[in-house]
């Protein structure tokens, strides 16, 4: 049973920092693209970054140079650093892999940018 567990979401104030994790219950972790998507009520659920398992990353515009995505394949762990952070980065953050074909989300956290 593949398991994604988000943690670090929180209310900041804008230009502040935030760092979300995203901790992974699979087996060959280090072999698996690692996405971050975000979504509003209403919304489509955005991809805002992802990682390869050889660390080739790729970012929304929105995101390019505030947003770092990374990974720990010690800890079967992806972080996104999020700095200068805005109002309209408020959203719902979730964790996303895709295994066999098979697409594997996270509960999501939230994080709220007051300005």
């Known amino acids: 049973q593949v398991q994604l567990v988000e943690s670090g979401g929180g209310l900041v104030q804008a230009g502040g920092s935030l760092r979300l994790s995203c901790t992974a219950s699979?087996?060959?972790?280090?072999?698996?693209?690692m996405l971050w998507y975000r979504q509003a009520p209403g919304k489509h659920r955005d991809l805002v970054a992802s990682i390869s398992g050889g660390g080739s990353t790729t970012y929304a515009d929105s995101v390019k140079g505030r947003f770092t995505i990374s990974r720990d394949n010690t800890k079967n762990t992806v972080y996104l650093q999020m700095n200068s952070l805005k109002p309209e980065d408020t959203d719902v953050y979730y964790c996303?892999?895709?295994?066999?074909?098979?697409?594997?989300w996270g509960q999501g956290t939230q994080v709220t940018v007051s300005s």
């Open positions: 996303h892999t895709y295994i066999n074909c098979h697409d594997y």
């Open positions: 699979i087996g060959r972790f280090s072999s698996y693209t």
